[in-house]
């Protein structure tokens, strides 16, 4: 970590999005995760993700457990709203902040301790109702906070930096999301941005629960020989199915790719997936096929990165509800009686 | 891109640009950095061994350093460096017993130098600790050469030429003031082993005009009147005052006429604004002080009654290119304008004039008259005479004379000791890490938003009044420390190791100026094109490593890095480092850089 502020001064010539913003005025405060924490890579690649997407920081929503991971949303979007919850709660809170207001953009930002331990139940079950929402667990597979125990998504046979070898079974938060009903699927790898980057600006467009794992080394405690969650490992076994293109709004498909090689996916808001397939006869369509094909290639000691699975007509919680378009704070006073009929009510009860 | 060769020297000389700029590459973030502590002695000192003249470069520089400070690219200004040379010398205190002293011993050789101005003054700093006998020419009575006569004590007190010039003669010159020198073949039958010509460039132009001659009693060429001025044989000027020329001594001209009477005092320049000479802080003091700059006007006649004169006629120009792309001034068709004036003072340039080198002496002269002078060793046709300053390449500076007097003394004591003068001893170059802790550094890394401030001045009505009230007041050592913040250390380098980095972008993420760029390899076109933020000044170099585990290269514009050290404090591997780099230029006497050289 560093004492000093980052300097304002900025790059003269930096370019700027629709909003009239650089980059750097996505950015929050200066990060106190150690030097080379793989999380500090998945903030940079949120802030170029949201200002790519020209998003105004005021309609994002940014909330977190407990963790070095659910530090982070302080270090990014340092305009946006924010919300610092119980370990392994951010979940819930998510999911009542967005019933109560769907006009913000919701952002979770997890880790693999508050969302593999404490949090699984809260996890599973944001997923499987379909909140809007992009999920983003930052994966280390160990707890950095209380200096390097395995957490739930070490794998099995794995060392840790004191030599031990982790005799549990890992829980495998992909298959999980996909078996639970997350309608966007994804993968990847701190140390690689140029995967990472499209894949949140694509889970931000998509309507409906969006679950991104991404495996970020703890360069403090998980970043040595036998960690499967090292820097080395993941680039040695990453096994990216596809990378990403994002299209915004309704520009034409040019055709100029080998036919076979790319899986274009219309997004509900209107934008275009444009998946470049790595892996031949790999279907992001197909939930079932995903599956298999995921489980196989672990078997096989391999990292499966990219889009896994994306469902593009899915539909949200809201619309499951049929809940009602205005956020509640903008409701009028037959549906929001006030403080003095509040008062009221807890007078009776008393 | 082939991985960036750092052990040369130049490399990183490059990215320190003010000491890459100034001719005698004085260390400027070295010495800014000592101000800052207050060290003002050895700030001062640094400068000293550096340049000769801090006290008086303080106030007059060039500033070569200030357009090339990084400073001015990331936001409006550079830093004020040369006025925070000043300070050092303002606050130094006593030094005296830091600078060397007579040499104790004598190594017999005998060396006679032309005039006594900067350059001349650099080569017997140089040579007398060596043990020369350094006889120094000049038809003044006091050294200083240019120092002294041409620019006006309200910019330059007297007190600091006889301060800085004095340590030299202190040092055992043996002078020879009030004696011009009329005869190179002469001077070349005494007894000298070497003859170092800094005469300067002693000559004001002169404007043939008609009327030239009958209103001569009202036309001064600006150089001698600005000496004659200096001497005190000049006290007085018209009420209204004509100043042609846009150069630096059009506007001390034009200064010092305000002080003498001058109420009027009028600039008039054939070119714009912007193309004129004069360095953009010197139009500035002149306007500052009431004085009218007039552009695109080329003088067409001293106009004159009963051989008196009246103003001067101005034809009105434009610039306009021709169709092989040269600029050229052409007439507007307007009507003249006359200027009505009392005196008129003439400061259109200066030329050499060597009518006492005789042609049979083995001194080439170009067809320009200039002579023929190897530009590294300083030396002439006649390998025992040497040129420097404006003597030898038309005028430039007092900065520059410096720079010329270094090499020139190199070489005159190579030729004494009958060494190759070629062999030019390099200059020592070290590179030093600044970790101190974890995220400590041995070098303030903060960097600070602060605009350039601006040096205090006298009172206008105070400052006019008296020709030897300097106008400038200086920084105080609070103003002093606060710009000094503003300098970037820019010689603690951000050095790469390729073994020890893990490539986690922890660097890149953090680089506020979008400097670092991990990226597949590629000619250097086309990689300047592929960086986080494309490296458009092809003025500043890629840093490139070798090949990472990846197959990927790092590749740094050192355009505007900020040498803030975060991505070393990011880094969790030690890959970055920030190391202070250290040039030690080799002046006569510093044989280290040849030994290690040689080893």
Partial sequence: MTYLAKPTL?????????????????????????????????SAAIIQACFELDLPPHRVAKLSGIGCSSKTPTYFLGASHGFNSVHGRMPSVLTGANLANRDLIYLGVSGDGDSASIGLGQFAHSL???????????????????????????????????GILNSDEPIDMISMAMNLGASFVARSFSGDKKQLVPLIKAAIQHRGAAFIDCVSPCV?????????????????????????DVISGREPITTDYEPGTIQSVR????????????????????????????????????????????????????????????PLNELDAVLVPGKAALDKINAGLR | ??????????????????????????????????????????????????????????????????????????????????????????????????????????????????????????????????????????????????????????????????????????????????????????????????????????????LELPGRHEAAANIHIGIDWLSSVSFGHIEKIGRRVVVLGGG????????TSRRLGGEQVTVVVRSGFEEMKASPWEKEDAMHEDIPILNFMVPKEFVHANCRLVGVLFEKVKAERDEKGRRNLVPTGEADQLIECDDVLVAVGQENAFPWIEQDIGIAFDKWGMPIVDKETMQSTNPKVFFGGDAAFGPKNIIWAVAHGHEAAISIDKFCKGE?????????????????????????????????????????????????VEVELGFDDKLAFKEAERCLNCDVQTVFSEPLCIECDACVDICPMDCITFTANGEEEDLRRRLTAPALNLTQEIYVSAPLKTGRIMAKDEDVCLHCGLCAERCPTGAWDMQRFILDMAHVGSQVGLACQNR
């Avoid at chain 1, 405690?221 to 990403?244: C, M, P, Q």
């Avoid at chain 2, 630096?248 to 200064?255: G, K, Q, S």
């Avoid at chain 2, 970790?435 to 006298?458: A, C, F, T």
């Fill in chain 2, 1 to 206: 891109m082939k991985p960036t060769e750092i052990a040369v020297p130049d490399y990183f000389h490059k990215v320190v640009d003010c000491q890459w700029a100034c001719p005698a590459h004085t260390p400027v973030p070295e010495y800014i950095r000592l101000i800052a502590a207050q060290r003002y002695g050895d700030a001062y000192m640094i400068n000293w061994q550096s340049n000769v003249f801090p006290g008086i470069l303080g106030r007059t520089c060039d500033r070569p350093c200030e357009p090339a400070c990084r400073r001015g690219r990331v936001e409006e200004e550079p830093v004020a460096i040369c006025r925070l040379k000043r300070v050092a010398a303002d606050y130094k205190g006593d030094i005296t017993a830091r600078l060397p002293g007579r040499a104790t011993e004598r190594n017999g050789k005998r060396i006679a130098l032309v005039g006594a101005g900067p350059a001349s003054l650099t080569v017997a700093r140089d040579l007398l600790p060596e043990g020369y006998e350094v006889v120094v020419y000049d038809a003044d009575r006091r050294a200083g050469g240019m120092i002294r006569s041409q620019i006006p004590h309200f910019r330059l007190p007297e007190q600091v030429i006889d301060e800085e010039v004095g340590y030299i003669l202190a040092m055992g010159v043996t002078p020879r003031f009030g004696e011009r020198i009329d005869s190179m073949k002469a001077l070349l039958t005494e007894d000298y082993d070497a003859i170092f010509v800094g005469s300067g460039a002693p000559r004001g132009r002169d």
């Fill in chain 1, 220 to 244: 403090a405690f998980n970043n040595h020989i036998g960690s499967t969650k090292s820097f080395d490992y993941v680039r040695e076994h990453n096994d990216a199915v596809n990378f990403l």
């Fill in chain 1, 10 to 42: 900025h790059h003269p010539n930096l370019p700027t999005n629709k909003l009239g913003f650089t980059h750097r005025d996505y950015e929050g405060s200066v990060s106190t995760l150690c030097a080379g924490c793989g999380h500090d890579s998945i």
């Fill in chain 1, 267 to 326: 997004q509900h808001d209107g934008s275009t997936l444009r998946l470049h397939k790595l892996a031949a006869d790999y279907d992001a369509r197909d939930r079932i096929a995903a599956m298999n094909f995921l489980q196989e290639r672990q078997a096989a000691g391999e990292v499966v990165t990219g889009l896994l699975y994306v469902d593009p007509e899915a539909g949200d919680l809201h619309a499951y509800l049929n809940t009602v378009e205005t």
């Fill in chain 1, 128 to 162: 499987r109702r379909g909140v809007n929402m992009v999920y983003i667990v930052e994966n280390n597979g160990v707890y950095g906070l209380t200096k390097g125990q395995f957490s739930a998504t070490a794998d099995k046979g794995s060392k840790s930096k004191r």
């Fill in chain 2, 248 to 255: 630096n001594t059009a506007m001390d001209c034009c200064r």
């Fill in chain 2, 420 to 468: 190759d003068i070629r062999d030019r001893p390099r200059p020592i170059v070290n590179l030093t890490s600044q970790k101190m802790g974890i995220h400590e550094w041995s070098y303030d890394n903060d960097i600070v938003n602060d605009q350039r401030y601006k040096v205090p001045l006298k009172d206008k009505a105070i400052a006019l009044k008296d020709i030897r």
